[in-house]
């Protein structure tokens, strides 16, 4: 089973687990719970809210320098209304990184500390929800480093489940 199937095989694991544990956060966090995708860096990433949690996870397809990608965030402001329509949100969060490209050969894992600020248009009664995301990070393991390989960035959409 080669590592890009393995890989796959997680995501779509995880996809299904979130998707299968979001009733129990739906009643935690009533109204306040989505799912949806983002694209960006790394490539691919799915994207999971409920209340003051963020999760994402994601793949990096580019050849020579794939990798798995997950981050956890607790948005410390969450969906600051700008205007009817426009909302924005801060966070703090954990990420790591596999890599299992040829580029980065050395460090297999990084991770570390990141800061996602988000920029949100809500639509549809806040069914559907637009984002662009900036994630600045500094590395923490192997060693602690500013970097710009462990800079994220996002534009996706998320939809409301409860």
């Known amino acids: ?6 890989i796959i095989f997680f995501i779509l694991f995880s996809a299904s687990a979130l998707i299968f544990i979001s009733p129990v956060f739906s009643e935690e966090f009533p109204g306040e719970t989505r799912l949806g995708v983002g694209f960006g860096m790394p490539n691919t990433v799915l994207v999971f809210q409920t209340g003051p949690y963020d999760v994402k996870v ?3 397809f580019t050849e020579g320098s794939e990798y798995f ?8 402001i969450n969906s600051r209304p700008l205007n009817e329509i426009f909302s924005g949100s801060l966070a703090i969060g954990l990420f790591g990184k596999i890599s299992f490209g040829e580029e980065e050969e050395d460090n ?5 500390l990141n800061i ?5 248009a809500a639509l549809l009664d806040g069914f559907l929800e637009f984002f662009a995301t900036v994630a600045p990070a500094v590395e923490l393991f192997p060693k602690p480093m500013f970097t710009t390989r462990a800079l994220s960035w996002w534009l996706g959409f998320t939809i409301m489940l409860d």
């Open 1 to 6: 089973m080669s590592k890009k199937t393995i």
């Open 58 to 60: 994601g793949y990096d």
């Open 69 to 76: 990608f997950l981050n956890g965030s607790y948005l410390v």
């Open 108 to 112: 297999d894992f990084i991770g570390g």
């Open 116 to 120: 996602p600020i988000t920029a949100e």
